[in-house]
């Protein structure tokens, strides 16, 4: 006969691999909820916690503290724990696209161009490949390359058809490179989208002016 004590520990060890799964699962509601610091706190006692064998979910876990640091706006923290996850995984778009993400924010033009461009060599068009292309877009606006700003933007916009500030800030990276007709093109379609919308109609002004109509 199996004695009651066996019975017991059966019954720990249970509830704690439950406990460990559900806790896992919140981790990713929290996100969804806009819960970000309870999220950060759960992921990280989860890379404390799960075994080094169990990557998947230690990927995971980095995968959602990735996530919730860039809703906190805390971009420092996503370089240190997205780093540590590329140089186990170089090639999960996750990561690459979270760094892509918080060197944007920190205004580093070149890592961020090299993450962004890497997310679509692995994604193409899939997922976030419009968020990524409208990022790369503003990046070569800072960067004055604007005929490179007009290619990334227009992808965005191709992804993305109905976004109206999109078209907005592909209207301005036209109207910086001289090509007004198009600019007015994509002002015009900005404005077709919301009609109220004040960069478009600040855009639409001024390439006006400078077509003379």
């Given at each position: 006969m199996i004695k009651k004590s066996s019975f017991f520990l059966l019954f720990i060890v249970i509830i704690n691999i439950s406990l460990m799964a559900q806790e896992k699962?919140?981790?990713?509601?929290?996100?969804?909820?806009?819960?970000?610091?309870?999220?950060?706190?759960?992921?990280?006692?989860?890379?404390?916690?799960l075994p080094l064998t169990s990557f998947?979910?230690?990927?995971?876990?980095?995968?959602?503290?990735c996530w919730s640091l860039l809703g906190l706006q805390r971009y420092e923290e996503v370089l240190k724990y997205g780093k540590e996850a590329?140089?186990?995984?170089?090639?999960?778009?996750?990561?690459?696209?979270?760094?892509?993400?918080?060197?944007?924010?920190?205004?580093?033009?070149?890592?961020?161009?090299?993450?962004?461009?890497?997310?679509?060599?692995?994604?193409?068009?899939?997922?976030?490949?419009?968020?990524?292309?409208?990022?790369?877009?503003?990046?070569?606006?800072?960067?004055?390359?604007?005929?490179?700003?007009?290619?990334?933007?227009?992808?965005?916009?191709?992804?993305?058809?109905?976004?109206a500030k999109w078209w907005a800030r592909l209207g301005f990276?036209?109207?910086?490179?001289?090509?007004?007709?198009?600019?007015?093109d994509a002002y015009t379609k900005a404005l077709s989208i919301n009609s109220s919308l004040v960069d478009a109609e600040r855009g639409i002004k001024r390439v006006h002016n400078s077509l003379g109509l």
């Open positions: 699962k919140n981790a990713l509601t929290l996100w969804r909820q806009s819960k970000f610091d309870e999220a950060v706190e759960v992921c990280l006692t989860e890379l404390d916690t998947a979910e230690r990927m995971d876990s980095y995968t959602v503290l590329y140089e186990k995984s170089s090639r999960d778009w996750r990561f690459v696209a979270a760094l892509g993400e918080a060197h944007y924010f920190l205004g580093n033009n070149k890592e961020s161009l090299y993450y962004l461009e890497k997310y679509i060599e692995l994604k193409g068009t899939g997922d976030k490949a419009d968020y990524m292309y409208y990022l790369m877009g503003h990046l070569f606006l800072r960067m004055e390359e604007y005929n490179r700003a007009d290619v990334a933007l227009s992808m965005a916009v191709y992804l993305k058809p109905l976004d990276a036209r109207e910086q490179a001289k090509d007004y007709a198009r600019a007015k």
